[in-house]
């Protein structure tokens, strides 16, 4: 099993900046992709941002591409994700996943993603 855990949400105004940790722990030898996504209240979830734990290859939805930045360090299992310019739009809660089993090609869907953080709350105001 692998447990995720994040932290780093919070309150900011618009134009803002906040990075988002998740720490990996258990088997995480065993990931394959970390993903990063968003669910605001009354909408589905979506994905932010993913990255390939082999070779760390990255990808971004449109609407944070070139806003947000997904990175991890190795040594400390930890994926990060850096949130720039953030606008009311941005709020949601986030959560990280980790795929151990699927080897995904696409890291845009929920359902290639065998486990989940509990998520850490997001707000921007205006």
């Known amino acids: 099993q692998v447990q995720l855990v994040e932290s780093g949400g919070g309150l900011v105004q618009a134009g803002g900046s906040l990075r988002l940790s998740c720490a990996a722990s258990?088997?995480?030898?065993?990931?394959?992709?970390m993903g990063w996504f968003r669910q605001a209240l009354g909408k589905e979830r979506e994905f932010v941002a993913g990255?390939?734990?082999?070779?760390?290859?990255?990808y971004y939805a449109d609407s944070v591409k070139g806003r947000f930045t997904i990175s991890r360090d190795n040594a400390k299992n930890t994926v990060y994700l850096q949130m720039n310019s953030l606008k009311p739009e941005d709020t949601a809660v986030y959560y990280c996943?980790?795929?151990?089993?699927?080897?995904?090609?696409?890291?845009?869907?929920?359902?290639?993603?065998?486990?989940w953080g509990q998520g850490t709350q997001v707000t921007v105001s205006s």
């Open positions: 990255l390939r734990w082999t070779g760390g290859s990255t």
């Open positions: 258990g088997r995480t030898f065993s990931i394959y992709n």
């Open positions: 996943a980790a795929d151990t089993t699927h080897k995904a090609y696409v890291l845009g869907l929920t359902r290639n993603y065998d486990y």
